[in-house]
């Protein structure tokens, strides 16, 4: 069974720029969460999908944004990128997104210049 | 105070000895207890999780959770250099969804 994919694993773009990163959950699961990952903030929650719906939302700044597709798939989308945006961008998923184990992608490492 | 706590560590353990980690969370609500293990360049891994007071076992690793101390910590027994990594605590509230708080992670050395 394949595990939670994320595409690209790693993007290089510019202040100002904007960028889409792109998460498949693992098969049947239909919740999709995103984090934040940085050296020092650690693991922070960006917001959370289910069923097309986002269901939660992290204290970031509205330059964040996501949606979640029929097929479960997510977008994440990141607008005017700032410095402080480089981070590893990882996405989970679970099946019904009610404190359940979390599966977590490879991530996409975020650079930007 | 951060909403969840962890010693950033270095914790350094000898092959075949127990580690200790410990977790405190600052939200009386918080339901879901989690430990993820991250190796250095690759993503969390679930390794354990605990809902109620007292002690879960899952082979090497034991967690525990005492919610009136606001308190969950994960031993590892036997511990192998493979067990080398970070491990971060996580919670969930009730009817959180899957809005995880996490700490930033303590990282265990294991030396042979």
């Known amino acids: 069974k394949a595990g939670v994919t994320q595409t690209p694993r790693y993007l290089i773009k510019t202040r100002g720029q904007q960028v889409t990163l792109s998460c498949s959950p693992i098969?049947?699961?239909?919740?999709v969460s995103w984090y934040q990952q940085t050296p020092g903030q650690g693991l922070q929650f960006l917001f959370e999908?289910?069923?097309?719906?986002?269901?939660n939302k992290g204290n970031f700044p509205g330059r964040f944004s996501g949606r979640q597709f029929s097929n479960s798939r997510s977008e994440m989308n990141v607008s005017t990128l700032e410095l402080g945006d480089s981070a590893l961008y990882l996405c989970?998923?679970?099946?019904?997104?009610?404190?359940?184990?979390?599966?977590f992608g490879s991530g996409t490492q975020l650079s930007v210049l | 105070q951060k909403e969840v706590e962890q010693n950033s560590g270095p914790l350094s353990v000898p092959e075949g000895a127990i580690a200790s980690l410990n977790c405190t969370y600052s939200?009386?609500?918080?339901?879901?207890f989690f430990w993820y293990r991250q190796y250095s360049g690759k993503s969390p891994e679930l390794i354990m999780f605990?809902?109620?007071?007292g002690d879960k076992e899952d082979g090497r690793f034991t967690a525990q959770l005492n919610k009136a101390s606001q308190y969950v910590s994960l031993l590892i027994r036997d511990s192998q250099p493979s067990d080398s990594a970070t491990y971060l605590c996580?919670?969930?509230?009730?009817?959180?969804?899957?809005?995880?708080?996490f700490g930033t992670g303590t990282q265990l050395k294991v030396e042979l």
């Open positions: 989970a998923s679970s099946w019904t997104g009610a404190n359940e184990k979390l599966f």
């Open positions: 098969s049947g699961h239909r919740s």
């Open positions: 999908y289910f069923s097309e719906t986002q269901r």
């Open positions: 939200d009386r609500g918080s339901q879901s």
């Open positions: 605990i809902y109620s007071n």
């Open positions: 996580a919670v969930n509230k009730a009817g959180g969804g899957n809005k995880l708080t």
